[in-house]
């Protein structure tokens, strides 16, 4: 349940939002903005965002900068900025009043070894962003984040305790019209490399030469080659059908949903897992990686070990053969309002 919106006198909140691209990350922006437009219209809400975001729009109560070059996102930054929300996991180079950081990226807690395994290119970034975060968290007065693990995690990462678990997220609308279940699976997420993407393909390759059919709808960048060549290969023994629908508006996703059966969600890194929130509003059974976060966020129907593809087959054709025993519940809340009430605290 929401918490009832506090009245206030007029304020205005800013959001630094320029290392925010696509993904989850576009979503809880998105929802967050069009919140504070309907529900806080006595707030002016001031939202800098990197320049390939120009879809969002200004509205009567928002206004929207676009930066285009790493020197203006820098100048940004060093902005002495009050009453500001820090989105995109990185805090300001200057302490002002009321901050706050909301940190969402699981590849800001790794250890360095365990990113150079990872790749060259994530253990430049990630190390490089660690490194800023522990300068710099100290000009923050607060860290929001998702979930008690990413709280722990934080809290001896950075040496910084002032972090509060304000997950919010934006469910289907009630309005979205029930669909025939046309998918037996449904995948929503991009194709970043702990999505875990070539696991699942791998399982279903396994499936396909038991000769076990199913259907499954996924939603990765077109310009992804080897994902898009390995579901080519898979859909060639047409035994397997898998439909990749590209990158899908959070309409065209409730959609999607309300024609699945089942969320498989194989994800190794997630701070929060959005896709299993909204697979729960939409009455999926869920089957999961067997991994901490996600009981951090749902109880599912069944898991699976993420880094074994002969696991997940089983699993997958258990639920094929069986359905499923157990009804996936969710465990949080959505805290959108205390989120914003902090921001516009005296």
Do not use: W
Request: proline fraction near 5%.
């Amino acid at each position: 349940m929401l918490n009832k919106p506090i009245n206030s006198k007029p304020k205005i909140i800013t959001i630094i939002a320029p290392n925010i691209k696509n993904g989850g990350g576009k979503e809880l922006l998105l929802y967050l903005l069009d919140y504070l437009e309907e529900n806080y219209t006595e707030i002016k809400v001031i939202v800098y965002l990197d320049s390939s975001l120009s879809d969002i729009s200004e509205m009567p109560n928002r206004q929207i900068i676009l930066l285009s070059s790493p020197i203006e996102k820098i100048q940004l930054f060093y902005k002495k900025i009050d009453n500001a929300l820090y989105f995109g996991n990185l805090p300001p180079l200057r302490k002002a009043n009321n901050t706050m950081v909301y940190f969402h990226n699981p590849y800001l807690l790794m250890g360095i070894q365990e990113l150079y395994s990872k790749s060259i290119s994530l253990f430049l970034k990630y190390s490089l962003q660690q490194f800023y975060i522990k300068h710099f968290i100290k000009n923050a007065h607060i860290v929001a984040c998702q979930n008690t693990l990413i709280e722990n995690k934080f809290n001896i990462k950075y040496n910084f305790m002032n972090v509060k678990l304000l997950p919010f997220f934006r469910v289907c609308s009630n309005s979205t019209k029930p669909q025939n279940k046309i998918y037996d699976f449904c995948y929503v997420s991009l194709a970043h490399p702990h999505k875990n993407h070539t696991m699942l393909l791998n399982a279903l390759e396994i499936l396909s030469r038991k000769n076990i059919s199913l259907t499954l709808a996924l939603t990765i960048e077109v310009d992804k080659t080897d994902l898009i060549q390995q579901i080519e290969k898979i859909n060639s023994e047409k035994i397997i059908k898998i439909h990749n629908l590209g990158v899908l508006p959070k309409e065209e996703v409730c959609t999607l949903y309300a024609q699945s059966r089942c969320l498989i969600f194989p994800s190794k890194e997630e701070t929060f897992g959005l896709g299993l929130i909204e697979a729960i509003d939409m009455d999926l059974d869920i089957i999961a990686a067997n991994l901490n976060y996600v009981y951090q966020v749902i109880e599912p129907s069944n898991v699976f070990d993420p880094n074994d593809p002969e696991d997940c087959a089983e699993v997958i054709e258990r639920y094929l053969l069986e359905g499923s025993h157990k009804k996936s519940v969710g465990l949080i809340e959505n805290e959108i309002n205390a989120l914003i009430n902090i921001l516009i605290e005296e």
